[in-house]
């Protein structure tokens, strides 16, 4: 454990002394106190446990494209051809020196490989000089590698990770979970629950479960919201009260995630605290429990969505609606949203109607 | 029915209208019940979806297809032979609303009936803040495209943009910051995150790392659209409109306005 904190506070370090080695005006000094957070992420948690060279001045900033696909660790774990853990050693022009401390899927065929560089969407690439992290490699047409996805082409990792036996994805979840178990900043733990939400299998369930009783509210929260949407009933019922009394400590937006979450419930059992969350303050919490349940398409679901027929906000009667008639098939009933927002008390008194004559 | 797929209520990818008298000749049609419309753009991965054909396999000398209802949702080519051809252009108000029919030889078919789909809105997912090391912050806002019936897309490739509306406007005395370029790209599933990014070091005020709680110094803002269907900015089905808003440590979309046709 020691051993980590030390190797986390090198490139920290050398972070700082490049920035006091310049004159820096007030402005720069508050800009290199919030860096040395943010470069431990962006070099992969800052954990190598190589020392800087001489090319690893910083990189021009890359503008992030701005409407791009959630990052999918189960995609580019299938797609890739190979999967290391390594560190850039230099740039040079299309392609970067990438050393290889460990295969987790595949054969590289050296300690150092040449990859190709792709530029995502806006025409930029990613890859930095002395980028740490877990590398998606697809061979090229030259025999040798090209990065799989311009957009990710790395995620977190320690390079001192253990490669567990198992798949391709099971290994790389629990490279990316050593960042949530080991002692590391909250930043590098938020980031690693938000690669492990993007993978669904056992081992990143059980990771985003320690991580939903993790001290920083962050964690713990996004950990929880992904448990939700991946219709983990546990997590469910360790949703309700704080979904039902929000805490005050709760910052909104990490409750907003946990409600929208609940739209992924799909376990029948859930029902009864899917009908109890349609009881909340919030609307959110209340749209995203009856989509829940019409997207169930079940008898047992018809009370809470005639229940939500009378409920004050239109988005959770409007679910109500198209939830009753894909059930019963009364396509007739069935409105879009703008035509139910003309004339919706025809299709609430329909559906009452239905209710007490069924 | 799997929700994911965003197929609504009963509709079946594919369908034949049943004669109803064995003896009779009434004429048949068979295709898809479904149909795409993204006002006026026509994605690649959906041009199997913008534009269908439907048969009928009743062999004759006269063939006369027609819209017999939601005429103002589709439009025909091809109307006097065997396979007529609908383009979208609009989209439906109710499941099956639009409707045809065909007449071979003077034999008028039963009706077909047809659901044109639309991007229509965006469902928020989530939100996350992380620090930056260029730019002090990065927001991730993500949503998944719903169409009218408030379903998901489907599992397909769907080209979106944004279209910054306005110009930038400043909400910090002596703020510097720029206005960033609206773009498109295509995904290859209906989710998607917008990024919201602060400055570069360079840039007053400085930008900072995520605050807990959330900081409220808002720096600038614009105003944004959405649209779905097409990478080209401007192009395609608008779903969304809110105000684009930069704060000193996190990023917002608000006065949201989804749907927003």
């Given at each position: 454990m020691k051993k980590h904190k030390v190797l986390l506070g090198i490139p920290?370090?050398?972070?700082?002394?490049?920035?006091?080695?310049?004159?820096?005006?007030?402005?720069?000094?508050?800009?290199?106190?919030?860096?040395?957070?943010?470069?431990?992420?962006?070099?992969?948690?800052?954990?190598?446990?190589?020392?800087?060279?001489?090319?690893?001045?910083?990189?021009?900033?890359?503008?992030?494209?701005?409407?791009?696909?959630?990052?999918?660790?189960?995609?580019?774990?299938?797609?890739?051809?190979?999967?290391?853990?390594?560190?850039?050693?230099?740039?040079?022009?299309?392609?970067?020196?990438?050393?290889?401390?460990?295969?987790?899927?595949?054969?590289?065929?050296?300690?150092?490989?040449?990859?190709?560089?792709?530029?995502?969407?806006?025409?930029?690439?990613?890859?930095?000089?002395?980028?740490?992290?877990?590398?998606?490699?697809?061979?090229?047409?030259?025999?040798?590698?090209?990065?799989?996805?311009?957009?990710?082409?790395?995620?977190?990792?320690?390079?001192?990770?253990?490669?567990?036996?198992?798949?391709?994805?099971?290994?790389?979840?629990?490279?990316?979970?050593?960042?949530?178990?080991?002692?590391?900043?909250?930043?590098?733990?938020?980031?690693?629950?938000?690669?492990?939400?993007?993978?669904?299998?056992?081992?990143?369930?059980?990771?985003?479960?320690?991580?939903?009783?993790?001290?920083?509210?962050?964690?713990?929260?996004?950990?929880?919201?992904?448990?939700?949407?991946?219709?983990?009933?546990?997590?469910?019922?360790?949703?309700?009260?704080?979904?039902?009394?929000?805490?005050?400590?709760?910052?909104?937006?990490?409750?907003?995630?946990?409600?929208?979450?609940?739209?992924?419930?799909?376990?029948?059992?859930?029902?009864?605290?899917?009908?109890?969350?349609?009881?909340?303050?919030?609307?959110?919490?209340?749209v995203a429990a009856v989509a829940a349940l019409r997207h169930m398409h079940i008898s047992d679901a018809i009370e809470a969505l005639v229940i939500s027929l009378d409920d004050p906000n239109r988005e959770v009667r409007y679910e109500a609606v198209i939830g009753l008639a894909e059930l019963t098939g009364q396509n007739q009933w069935a409105p879009a949203v703008d035509k139910f927002a003309l004339n919706e008390q025809r299709y609430l008194d329909h559906w009452k109607e239905w209710s007490r004559t069924r | 029915m799997e929700h994911a797929d965003g197929i609504p209520f009963c509709v079946e990818e594919s369908s034949t209208t049943e004669p109803t008298a064995p003896a009779e000749v009434k004429p048949t049609i068979t295709g898809p019940n479904t149909m795409w419309w993204f006002n006026g753009a026509t994605p690649s991965s959906y041009s199997d979806l913008t534009q269908i054909t439907l048969s009928t396999e009743d062999t004759g000398i006269s063939y006369s297809w027609s819209v017999v209802t939601g005429g103002s949702k589709v439009s025909l080519s091809n109307q006097n032979t065997a396979n007529v051809t609908l383009a979208s252009v609009g989209m439906s108000q109710d499941a099956n609303d639009v409707g045809i029919q065909v007449v071979v030889d003077g034999q008028v078919s039963d009706q077909f009936n047809i659901t044109v789909r639309a991007p229509h809105s965006l469902n928020l997912s989530s939100t996350t803040h992380s620090s930056s090391a260029n730019f002090g912050y990065r927001t991730e806002i993500t949503y998944t495209i719903r169409d009218q019936f408030t379903n998901l897309l489907p599992g397909r490739a769907i080209p979106v943009n944004e279209h910054f509306a306005t110009g930038i406007v400043a909400d910090f005395s002596g703020m510097d910051w720029e206005q960033t370029d609206d773009s498109g790209t295509t995904l290859p599933l209906p989710i998607f995150f917008d990024a919201i990014e602060g400055e570069t070091s360079s840039h007053f005020p400085t930008a900072q790392a995520p605050q807990s709680p959330l900081g409220s110094t808002r720096v600038c803002h614009w105003s944004q659209d959405i649209l779905v269907g097409s990478a080209t900015v401007g192009a395609g089905r608008r779903v969304q409109s809110n105000t684009f808003q930069k704060y000193r440590d996190h990023g917002a979309h608000e006065n949201v306005t989804s749907p927003a046709p």
């Open positions: 920290i370090l050398i972070l700082c002394l490049g920035f006091v080695s310049v004159s820096l005006s007030g402005v720069l000094r508050e800009r290199a106190a919030r860096s040395r957070v943010a470069a431990a992420i962006e070099t992969a948690t800052a954990t190598s446990n190589k020392p800087l060279n001489a090319t690893d001045a910083p990189a021009a900033p890359i503008r992030a494209a701005f409407l791009l696909s959630p990052l999918n660790i189960e995609r580019l774990t299938s797609e890739a051809d190979i999967i290391v853990i390594g560190r850039v050693n230099s740039i040079n022009g299309p392609s970067a020196s990438l050393s290889v401390d460990k295969v987790v899927k595949g054969v590289a065929n050296a300690r150092t490989v040449d990859i190709e560089l792709m530029a995502d969407a806006t025409g930029q690439q990613r890859v930095t000089s002395s980028q740490v992290g877990m590398f998606f490699l697809k061979t090229n047409a030259k025999g040798g590698y090209r990065v799989l996805d311009p957009d990710y082409p790395s995620v977190m990792a320690p390079p001192d990770a253990v490669v567990i036996d198992g798949s391709p994805l099971d290994r790389a979840v629990s490279i990316v979970g050593e960042l949530l178990t080991k002692p590391n900043n909250d930043d590098v733990r938020r980031e690693a629950v938000r690669v492990l939400s993007s993978a669904r299998n056992e081992r990143a369930t059980e990771l985003l479960r320690q991580g939903s009783k993790a001290a920083d509210p962050v964690v713990r929260m996004q950990s929880l919201s992904a448990l939700v949407s991946r219709d983990d009933l546990g997590a469910l019922e360790t949703a309700e009260p704080i979904l039902l009394h929000a805490p005050a400590r709760i910052e909104q937006y990490l409750l907003d995630n946990l409600s929208a979450a609940v739209e992924g419930v799909k376990d029948p059992k859930a029902i009864p605290i899917l009908q109890r969350l349609l009881s909340s303050s919030s609307s959110r919490t209340r | -």
